[in-house]
C-alpha cells in the first residue's frame, strides 16, 4: 500500500525517539537504516546517503553493513537519474540548435540519461533550457565470472554491483574490451533463425550492449533464474531491469574488464 507522507512522517518521528532513547546500540542502528529508508522514499537521497555511510563505518553488525551498503549502491544510481546535483554533473544550458543527441555526444552521455535525469517528457527541448548533465567519460564496467557478478565504477569507485550470469565452462573471453554498440529491444540472430525482439524465445532480453570482442556482449534475460551462475554460451547476461539501468548509463566506448576473480587484479 502507498505510503502518505503524513505515514512518512510519523515514523520518522518515531525513529527519531528511538535514536534519542538507545544511541550506539543495534536498536539505534537499525533505526538509523529505517529512517534512511523514510528519506529514500522521499526522494531525499543525500541525507539517506548520509545515515546509511554511518552505519557502514560505526555499526558492529555486519548483515546490517552489508544491506547498508547495498542501498548506498542504489541510491548512488537513484542520485545520477535525478535532477539533484552531484560532484559528477553539470548544469547545461541549451543553445539554439542543440539536440538531445548532440549534447549527449558532446559530454559523452546517453540521451536515456539526460531524459531521465531531467525528467523530461519527450526529447524537444529549447534554447535557455538548462539540463542536469552527467558525462560518461569517467564510467567503467568490471565482470567477474567466478562470482558472477557485474560492477559499475566511476571515478570516484563503486557506483553499483549487479548480479549477472557469465559463460558455462569459463566460456565467457578475458581481457580488456570496450562497448562498441548498443541496440534497444534487439533481434537475435542465432543459427539458422531470426528471433525478432518480441519473441519468448529471443534469449537477449530487452537490450544489448555489444563488446569489441565480436559476437559477445552485454544483455538482458528470458530466464531470471539463470543471473548468479555460470549459465551462457559467453555473453554477460543480466536481469533486464538491470541491464536497462546500465545502458541508459554507460555510453558506447564504455571500457569492459573481464577477469574470474577480484583477487585476479
Partial sequence: MAQ????????????DRILNEHPNSNIFYNALYAKARIYKLQDKFLNALSLLERITLESDNDELKNT????????????????????????????AGDSLTLIAKQFNTTVDLIIKSNKLKDT?????KRLKITSGSGFSIEVYTKSNKLILKNN????????????????TPL????????????????????VPADSPKNVLGTRWMGISE?????????DPTSIGKQ???????????DVEELFALVPVGTPV?????????
Fill in 124 to 128: 524537444v527541448i529549447r534554447p535557455e
Fill in 68 to 95: 547498508a551498503h547495498r542501498e548506498i549502491e542504489d541510491i548512488n544510481v537513484k542520485l545520477i537519474f535525478s535532477p539533484i546535483p552531484t560532484k559528477d554533473s553539470m548544469i547545461y544550458k541549451v543553445k
Fill in 231 to 241: 549459465s551462457t554460451e559467453g555473453c554477460i547476461r543480466m536481469y533486464n531491469k
Fill in 175 to 194: 581481457g580488456n574490451f570496450k562497448i562498441v554498440n548498443k541496440l534497444k529491444n534487439p533481434t537475435w540472430y542465432t543459427a539458422g533463425a531470426i
Fill in 257 to 265: 574488464t573481464i577477469i574470474k576473480t577480484q583477487d585476479d587484479k
Fill in 214 to 222: 565480436k559476437g559477445y556482449g552485454i544483455h538482458g534475460t528470458i
Fill in 156 to 171: 570516484r569507485g563503486v557506483l553499483k554491483t549487479y548480479a549477472a550470469a557469465t559463460g558455462a565452462h569459463d566460456g
Fill in 4 to 15: 502518505t507522507k503524513d505515514d512518512l512522517k510519523k515514523a520518522e518521528t518515531i525513529y
